[in-house]
């Protein structure tokens, strides 16, 4: 990754961090830039190291390398207090001694700010996320969703150049965390403050981001959108990680330069597309990835029709959730599960367990990464 | 609902030992020492009911003096084993992880391993005139003749302190322990100093447990018989040895007993404040 | 929480429950209170070999035995050694004592003027209740290298002395001081205006004395300890004490005061509800064989009123006791008459505002 230089619309600039525990390497020559006023999601699964990440930036660790900039100015020197970064904890950590309005003051008395100016501040921070009725509640009786905004009108209310928010959606239940995604989504987006988010939920970094950070083992493996993580993962993990897919590991029988063909190891003969680098050669082992719903599902072959990829099946489950529902395709042959994306067409709505289907799916839908050594 | 009867019994013969122990031991004698307290020998064998112990007590200086004294230095003594107590036990919570943690908190018990009259004994040996303070700070010329450290109320302080350390480091550690890492970072992060995260956040937080340790070291001190007799000097008065005298060298037992009533009295009152002024309670402290 | 009322109460209950067991259990015991070193382990291991009978020794002090005593009415030992001044008030008080069948005292063995005064001491309504055992007096323990011109318990208070005397704040203190002062307590305990008037002189020179005072000893080893290390230069205590340390330190010596050294007796008597009166009357005729009580003064320092026991007892202790008693000073000796109730709520007054005036 380039080494971004000083840039005055960069809110955050990460340049080369390193944080080491001993002989681990938690945070490995990360360097990022966050644009002013956008959503910044880092997505990895547990111990990738973003925790760390986060907490260099909001000044409760000290990188072993690097520098962290906020709007062209090193804050690496500066005490947590000091910096204009506040955090949205992963338990919230609202001060369960205080009151709604005292949690949200705190901020402001330390500086020194005056009695009305606190008042007033406090006032509109609370209209901003919908909760004026709630100033003189104990933190115990607000809900999980009113804790959720409560915490981080503490932070905006001091208008930070930066909100950190470490997971804090990970606590709550599912429902609740569905309909969270959206509002913070909209808050952000009306508030206008710059959010650093990270998250080991893809759907929370998919929904919300403008760009997305995926991480592992300490190194940034792709930055980009979320459409392009969805849809041009440059590395086996990031296609993996992001969204569903069917995965099959196998090697390179033959290959023109971009599509290759593939025999998986359970027997299988695939056309895939390289994606990523380096180029294939005939042998190299690969990971193939087909969303599903790439895959085209028909009663009859000619269902299938114009797909590099055909394969019978018989219908194994039916996984139904409405808009997102799944069937689970066996193949005879190998014995192997295809999950498909359920078109929501009429033709396919009287699918019954144990019916033959017909697989398909183009040759540029299945990606596939030089495997991991 | 009702109980079932076996449970019922169950219940009955669970708490059969502690009913008993609190009536044998707690209400009988107190009920016992209430009636003494509330009669004056008229004759030889002769006695009559009178609140007269009581006047005495109101009446006269030297005992009001004396119970004011105890009182002041036993607060004082609470105070400052809180003081000193409270970084340690933040130390200990917060600080140290794993096994120095232990470590730690058995180095806050060892003092327990003997009795308090070795314990005593110990400070005596180290502050009297020939003890081993002053021989170090002749040795090393700090002073040019030996000093008297023993006999004093500064004496009686060290020592008291000393014998109240773990009735306050225990609680403070526990509640200082079930503080989340993430609210005093969040004290920080939201711009806090080191000053205001402990005024706001830490100190709010542990109130139940310096409460319920201030308490504990405040009723130890002021019963504490030992240490100020031993340690203290020539004009040291402590209450709870004007106790001992009334009962054991003077036989006065009814006045004895009306002083172990109104110390009983006075320092729940003395607590009940204390209670008052920092907005605890009762029900939160010991819970 | 109430150490000091918890002690009392808690004490008292734990006492009679331990008592009623121990009562029940052992029939042939004998269940001593007294003085440290007044049942060294041989004697009693000599008594039980001779006898079959069990001592369990209890040690205490005056007021601990009458506390003891009065709580539980009289049981839960079958002797006691009471000094003879605290046995009639006590009597009176309290009624925790038993009269003495002095036909069961082997009387041949006790010197007969100790005998005889304590006897007259003890009698209450026309009943004797005790016989004595160990005598003693307390006087000056002086170290005379580092202190000089001590003779009366007045010079303890004399210049130079600043914080380095020590003395203990009972009873004794007062009356060894009146008779210093050159008036006389012991004629005045029958009129307490006589008694409160002397007290209050005692009062103010002892208050005056307060500068001089290291400490107020309360215990034995606590005064020993002072003296041995040289914290206290001269000191109000007991003779055993002094000779000890006079062994150790030939500098340091127990003089008797010019006012005349105050004389105590421990003595024998039978608490009121004693379960083995027997055996008691036979420790008694055993301990004051002579050559048992030797054994005895030995262990307690102290000399006993058994006839021709000096003979037994080794050379240096005599030659301590002659350095500090001769004739004359031996017949000045005040000894203790019975104290009248009343007094020492009077004393224990005084006692405590000395312990509660600033030193000036």
């Known amino acids: 990754m380039p080494v971004t230089s000083p840039s005055t619309d960069a809110d955050l600039e990460c340049v080369q961090l390193v944080k080491r525990f001993g002989d681990f390497t938690a945070v490995d020559d990360v360097s990022f830039t966050i644009a002013e006023g956008s959503f910044f999601s880092i997505l990895g699964p547990s111990g990738c190291g973003k925790t760390t990440l986060l907490r260099m930036i909001a000044g409760f660790q000290r990188p072993d390398g690097g520098d ?121 987006a009306q508030v206008g403050t710059t959010f650093a988010y990270i998250t080991h939920d893809q759907s929370e970094a998919l929904v919300m981001s403008d760009q997305v950070a995926v991480m592992d083992r300490g190194r940034f493996v792709q930055v980009g959108t979320p459409q ?89 489950s039916l996984l139904f959730d409405g808009a997102n529902s799944r069937v689970m395709v066996r193949h005879p042959a190998t014995g192997g599960d295809i999950m498909v994306a359920l078109p929501q067409t009429g033709e396919l709505m009287g699918l019954r367990r144990g019916e033959d289907v017909y697989l398909g799916w183009r040759a540029r839908q299945a990606t596939c990464f030089a495997a991991a050594p | 609902m009702s109980t079932p009867p076996q449970i019922r019994l169950g219940l009955l013969l669970l708490f059969a030992p502690i009913v008993f122990w609190l009536a044998l031991l707690v209400i009988l004698p107190h009920v016992d020492m209430l009636l003494i307290s509330l009669r004056v020998r008229v004759a030889p064998r002769e006695y009559a009911t009178s609140l007269a112990n009581y006047a005495e007590f109101f009446t006269e200086p030297l005992y009001w003096n004396t119970f004011a004294r105890t009182a002041i230095m036993s607060v004082t003594a609470t105070v400052m084993t809180l003081l000193i107590a409270f970084p340690v036990s933040y130390y200990i919570a917060k600080m140290v992880r794993g096994r120095s943690k232990t470590f730690l908190f058995l180095l806050c018990l060892t003092p327990f391993w003997v009795s308090e009259l070795v314990r005593t004994f110990g400070w005596m040996i180290l502050l009297r005139e020939t003890g081993i303070v002053s021989s170090l700070l002749l040795w090393s010329g700090l002073t040019d003749a030996r000093v008297e450290l023993l ?61 319920s340790g201030s308490i504990v070291v405040f009723m130890l001190t002021l019963g504490n018989y030992l240490t100020p007799k031993l340690l203290g000097g020539k004009d040291s008065l402590w209450f709870t040895d004007q106790i001992y005298t009334q009962f054991i060298t003077r036989f006065n037992w009814e006045l004895g007993s009306a002083f172990g009533f109104l110390l009983l009295v006075l320092s729940s009152a003395i607590v009940w404040i204390g209670l008052k002024l920092s907005g605890q309670t009762l029900s939160a402290t010991v819970r | 929480m109430q150490r000091g009322t918890q002690n009392g109460m808690v004490a008292l209950i734990a006492v009679a429950v331990l008592v009623a067991g121990m009562g029940t259990t052992r029939a042939e015991t004998l269940r001593l209170l007294t003085w440290g070193g007044y049942a060294p382990d041989e004697v009693v291991e000599m008594f039980e070999a001779e006898t079959g009978i069990d001592v369990e020794v209890t040690k205490s002090n005056n007021e601990d035995m009458i506390s003891k005593l009065r709580a539980t009415g009289g049981s839960g030992f079958d002797l006691a050694q009471p000094s003879q001044d605290r046995v009639a008030s006590a009597q009176v008080d309290h009624d925790i004592y038993k009269p003495m069948d002095l036909s069961k005292i082997d009387e041949d063995q006790i010197v007969t003027s100790m005998l005889q005064s304590t006897n007259d001491k003890t009698e209450v309504d026309g009943k004797v209740y005790s016989v004595p055992h160990v005598w003693g007096t307390s006087g000056l323990i002086v170290n005379t290298k580092l202190a000089s011109g001590i003779k009366d318990y007045t010079d303890l208070c004399g210049p130079n002395l600043e914080d380095k005397v020590s003395y203990r704040l009972k009873r004794p203190t007062l009356i060894g001081f009146a008779f210093a002062m050159g008036m006389d307590p012991f004629a005045a305990y029958e009129n307490p205006a006589t008694y409160e008037a002397i007290l ?73 509800k004693t379960e083995n009166e027997e055996a008691a009357y036979k420790w008694i005729n055993f301990v004051m064989r002579p050559e048992v009580a030797a054994k005895i003064t030995a262990a307690a320092g102290n000399f006993t009123a058994s006839k021709g026991s000096e003979k037994f007892v080794e050379e240096k202790l005599q030659k301590q006791f002659a350095q500090s008693f001769n004739p004359v000073t031996l017949g000045e000796i005040k000894w203790y008459p019975p104290v009248p109730p009343g007094l020492e709520v009077m004393e224990g007054k005084v006692l405590d505002r000395i312990q509660a005036a600033k030193t000036n």
């Open chain 1, 68 to 188: 962290i900039r906020i709007k062209g100015k090193s804050i690496v020197a500066l005490p947590p207090n000091r910096r204009p970064v506040n955090m949205v904890f992963q338990h919230l950590a609202l001060f369960p001694m205080m009151t709604v309005e005292q949690n949200i003051a705190y901020g402001l008395k330390r500086r020194k700010a005056s009695r009305a100016e606190i008042a007033r501040k406090v006032a509109a921070v609370l209209e901003r996320v919908g909760l004026p009725e709630l100033a003189g509640k104990r933190i115990d009786q607000l809900s999980g969703g009113q804790k959720q905004r409560i915490a981080i009108a503490r932070c905006l209310v001091l208008e930070p150049a930066l909100l950190l928010l470490d997971e804090p959606l990970g606590a709550l239940d599912l429902k609740l965390r569905e309909r969270l995604k959206v509002e913070l989504k909209e808050l952000q």
């Open chain 1, 228 to 316: 392009q993580l969805y849809f041009e993962p440059r590395t086996a993990f990031v296609a993996g990680f992001v969204g569903d897919s069917n995965r099959w590991s196998g090697r390179v029988e033959d290959t023109n330069g971009t599509e290759a063909i593939v025999i998986t190891t359970n027997g299988l003969t695939m056309i895939a597309t390289r994606a990523g680098e380096p180029a294939l050669s005939k042998g190299d082992a690969v990971d193939i990835f087909v969303r599903p719903e790439a895959i085209v599902l028909g009663r009859d072959a000619d269902g299938a029709g114009g797909c590099e990829n055909r394969l019978p099946g018989r219908v194994e």
């Open chain 2, 151 to 211: 006999y004093n109320d500064a004496a009686i302080m060290v020592g008291l302190v000393y014998t109240s350390m773990l009735f306050m480091v225990v609680p403070l550690v526990t509640t200082l322990d079930s503080l989340d890492d993430s609210l005093v970072e969040a004290g920080y992060d939201l711009g806090g100093n080191s000053f205001t995260v402990m005024r706001h956040i830490v100190i709010p937080h542990a109130m139940p447990g310096i409460a």
């Open chain 3, 200 to 272: 209050a002189k005692v009062e103010e020179a002892l208050i005056a004395c307060k500068k001089n005072v290291k400490a107020y000893w309360t215990g034995g080893d606590a005064l020993i300890a002072l003296l041995r290390s040289g914290e206290a230069v001269a000191a109000m205590g007991w003779d055993a004490g002094g000779w000890k340390l006079n062994s150790e330190n030939p500098d340091i010596v127990y003089i008797a005061p010019t006012s005349g050294a105050l004389g105590w007796i421990d003595t024998f008597t039978l608490p009121r």
